[in-house]
């Protein structure tokens, strides 16, 4: 079966432009997170959804940062007016159980804040 | 609390074992090891549950130390395919990662033929 996807792969955006990145997890993984890789650095949590209920929002690094998922499924993640500290490299993974089981990451999406 | 990861970074010849450390300052109910190639997504290789549970990849072992809050990762007969950055994430609550996971920075691995 097909793993996590995301779109885009790559995104050049002006500072202050807002963007909205998109991940789409494993069928049936009810569980969906969102980290943060800067170069060189390893990976920062950002948000984590499981099934209906509300999403932990605590590593969001500032009230700039938004995510949503819908139908329980697809994600987004929204950053506006981005400034250049969010370059970055954003990954999805989506896990189907609470509590063991592996997280499958998607392939990123390389934001670049000109 | 992100978990230190040791040594930052090695360089192998193919054949040889490799063991990569990770420690942390809280209590840890899980740890998972994942690898990262350069460009691509990071890849499941291991999870280690308070208790012993294990599961994970069959050429790569690793242990779990609660006591002492630190795992390690063993790498032998190492492959130039083994190659890539390896980093080590703890749960951020007390369950086994549900919540998310904190990662440390990564080791680099290097094998030369």
């Known amino acids: 079966g097909a793993g996590v996807s995301q779109s885009p792969s790559n995104k050049v955006t002006e500072k202050g432009k807002d963007v909205e990145l998109r991940c789409d997890p494993i069928?049936?993984?009810?569980?969906l997170y969102w980290y943060r890789q800067s170069l060189g650095q390893g990976l920062e949590f950002l948000i984590y959804?499981?099934?209906?209920?509300?999403?932990?929002k605590s590593g969001l690094p500032s009230d700039r940062f938004s995510a949503e998922r819908t139908g329980g499924s697809v994600s987004t993640l929204t950053i506006q007016r981005t400034q250049q500290e969010d370059s970055a490299v954003y990954l999805c993974?989506?896990?189907?159980?609470?509590?063991?089981?592996?997280?499958?990451f998607g392939p990123g999406t390389r934001l670049t804040v000109l | 609390q992100q978990p230190v990861q040791s040594p930052q970074a090695v360089i192998l010849r193919e054949g040889e074992d490799a063991v990569i450390n990770c420690s942390s300052s809280?209590?840890?109910?899980?740890v998972h090891w994942y690898r990262q190639k350069h460009g691509e997504a990071p890849v499941f290789l291991m999870i280690?549950?308070?208790?012993?549970e294990q599961k994970g990849h069959e050429k790569i072992s690793a242990s779990f130390n609660e006591k002492k809050q630190q795992s390690s990762l063993y790498l032998t007969a190492s492959q130039l395919s083994y190659s890539g950055t390896y980093f080590c994430?703890?749960?951020?609550?007390?369950?086994?990662?549900?919540?998310?996971?904190?990662f440390g920075k990564g080791t680099h691995l290097i094998i030369q033929p």
């Open positions: 280690l549950l308070k208790g012993g």
């Open positions: 993974a989506s896990s189907p159980l609470r509590g063991k089981d592996t997280q499958y």
């Open positions: 069928s049936g993984h009810t569980a």
């Open positions: 809280k209590a840890l109910y899980s």
């Open positions: 959804f499981q099934g209906n209920s509300a999403p932990d």
């Open positions: 994430g703890t749960g951020r609550g007390s369950g086994g990662g549900a919540d998310g996971l904190t």
